[in-house]
């Protein structure tokens, strides 16, 4: 996962935009698509492009809501942003969403304990966020069992 430093910030246009995030998304078999970012500009999810150009931020929202729409539905996104805008700027709070992700994907992938499992005093924000990340990369598991389950079913059976 890309940090939010490493987003471009030169401004991209749509086609580009989606490209960048769907190379950065192929590890985990996730993608986006030019009709599916605009919607998420029209109901006002991610703000409009500037002279038809996506900046770091506007990626980093869309990277997220394509990764979390996986377990969580639009309404609930638009509440967990309005949670993380109260608490945490966008580079700390994705950032933070990025780090979380990929120990947790790590920690299921070889059959570890998941990261946070004692979660005490830790602020609510973060045992939702959690709570999200979760959910989503044990999505991301399971369809990659699925894929490759099946893969070898097939192979197997040509045999």
Known sequence: MPRYKEIPN???YLEQTVKYINECLA???ISITPSMLSNYVKKGYIDRPIKKQY???QIAYAIYIVI???VLSMDNIA???VLQKATYTLPIAYDYFCSELEKTLVAIF???EEPMKDMGDIPFEKKMLHSVIVAVSHI???NDC???NLQDNASHSIK
Do not use: H, R
């Open 27 to 29: 590890p985990i078999e």
């Open 79 to 81: 509440s967990l942003f």
């Open 146 to 148: 699925f894929k490759n």
């Open 55 to 57: 900046y770091a931020d």
């Open 140 to 142: 991301i598991y399971l």
């Open 68 to 70: 979390i729409k996986q």
């Open 110 to 112: 070889e059959n570890k």
């Open 10 to 12: 030169v401004g991209l």
